[in-house]
């Protein structure tokens, strides 16, 4: 397979998809709060988030698989100079996505194409020679069970230990 870097697939675009999930996951966080369901969400959608880019941070380094573009054998673990495994960026993006597929989809089914965007992460990672297909599978499952675990009755992680200031809400401070 040849490197498509160019259309859909450019990295820019990846860059764009990430960024923005992170950037909008953080900014309804702190707008909402976490008194309320939507709020509560956001909060579980920054705790997977955290926790699961940790996780793959963590797990880069102990696998040490090279990247396709440095290497046409997906056997190369252990080598020292790869981070292939798992995907950091599919496994945010799942993560990120779950617990707003879990609380609202069912009630909202257009949620579930949420779930379109850690694909074409996926699919475009591979395309470009980020990773290997089993590189993406295991970042979604990575982020999935992160965001299905995190998706709990309760205070999300972060949002517990912040100042009272930031649980209410910037839309309540006004």
Request: glycine residues 12%; contains cysteine; charged residues 15%.
């Amino acid at each position: 397979m040849t490197c498509d870097n160019s259309g859909i697939w450019a990295r820019s675009n990846q860059e764009f998809v990430i960024y923005s999930m992170i950037g909008v996951v953080g900014a309804g966080a702190l707008w909402e709060g976490g008194e309320e369901r939507l709020g509560k969400t956001f909060w579980q959608s920054v705790d997977a988030g955290l926790i699961s880019g940790g996780a793959a941070y963590v797990l880069k380094y102990a696998f040490s698989r090279e990247r396709p573009d440095q290497t046409a054998d997906p056997n190369r673990w252990f080598t020292g100079n790869g981070q292939s495994f798992p995907s950091g960026e599919v496994t945010t993006t799942s993560s990120l996505v779950t617990p707003f597929v879990l609380e609202h989809g069912h009630e909202h089914p257009a949620v579930y194409a949420l779930e379109l965007l850690p694909i074409y992460d996926a699919i475009a990672r591979v395309k470009v020679w980020g990773h290997w297909q089993s590189d993406v599978i295991a970042g979604f499952a990575l982020g999935r069970a992160s965001g299905y675990f995190l998706h709990r009755p309760g205070s999300p992680l972060v949002w517990s230990v912040m100042p009272h200031g930031i649980q209410i809400g910037f839309k309540k401070q006004f």
